[in-house]
């Protein structure tokens, strides 16, 4: 049973472009959530998709979207890229009416010069 | 929205000593209390978990405790192994919500 696969699981950017990344949840999880790493801090919330629709976000610009596809598959898009975007991206999977429990991948490290 | 505060932000114990790490949380309908292990480069893990109607939880070498009405919450780690190095979050969420983060807590057992 495969787990949260996200990839890429490094790149490198510079100032002001754009990057998506990609997230497949663990089997039979139907919630994705997406959360940001700064290096020696604890992950924040960006948003949550279910059912194909955002449907909770924390405190990121707009410059953070997202998308849930039919096989509960995501992507997470940040556009103008700022320094401080650097971090690590998790991306986290649930099961609808489980309460609080995430599984998560290994995430993303974006790095932007 | 919820807060939560996790101390120590690092913490230095002997091989086979204890270590406990104490979290608190501002949101009082929160209900679910996990905490992860995350190793260097590696994903968070979860490694227990509490939910507001019990006051304790204890799995082999791992313990966490809940006290409501003070709004804190600590994981207790017993006869500490050199492998238990890691960085450990609490977190917290109330029904429907997601997930808060502590700031975690830099955990090495010296052997």
């Known amino acids: 049973d495969a787990g949260v696969t996200q990839s890429p699981t490094h790149l490198i950017k510079t100032r002001g472009q754009q990057v998506t990344l990609r997230c497949s949840p663990k089997?039979?999880?139907?919630?994705v959530s997406w959360y940001q790493q700064a290096l020696g801090q604890g992950p924040q919330f960006i948003f949550q998709?279910?059912?194909?629709?955002?449907?909770q976000r924390g405190n990121f610009p707009d410059r953070f979207s997202g998308h849930q596809f039919p096989n509960y598959s995501s992507e997470l898009n940040v556009n103008a890229l700022l320094l401080g975007d650097s971090a690590l991206y998790l991306c986290?999977?649930?099961?609808?009416?489980?309460?609080?429990?995430?599984?998560f991948g290994e995430g993303s490290r974006l790095t932007v010069l | 929205g919820e807060n939560v505060e996790q101390h120590p932000s690092t913490l230095s114990v002997q091989e086979g000593d204890s270590a406990v790490i104490k979290c608190t949380y501002s949101?009082?309908?929160?209900?679910?209390f996990p905490w992860y292990k995350q190793e260097l480069g590696k994903r968070p893990q979860l490694i227990i978990d509490?939910?507001?109607?019990?006051g304790e939880k204890k799995d082999q070498r791992i313990a966490v405790t809940l006290n409501k009405t003070a709004k804190h919450f600590s994981l207790h780690i017993t006869e500490t192994q050199p492998e238990d190095s890691a960085v450990y979050f609490c977190?917290?969420?109330?029904?429907?919500?997601?997930?808060?983060f502590g700031s975690g807590t830099r955990l090495q057992v010296q052997p």
């Open positions: 986290a999977s649930s099961l609808e009416g489980l309460l609080g429990e995430l599984f």
């Open positions: 509490i939910r507001s109607n019990v």
């Open positions: 998709y279910y059912e194909e629709e955002e449907r």
């Open positions: 977190a917290a969420s109330k029904p429907g919500r997601a997930l808060t």
């Open positions: 949101d009082s309908a929160s209900n679910y």
């Open positions: 089997s039979g999880h139907d919630t």
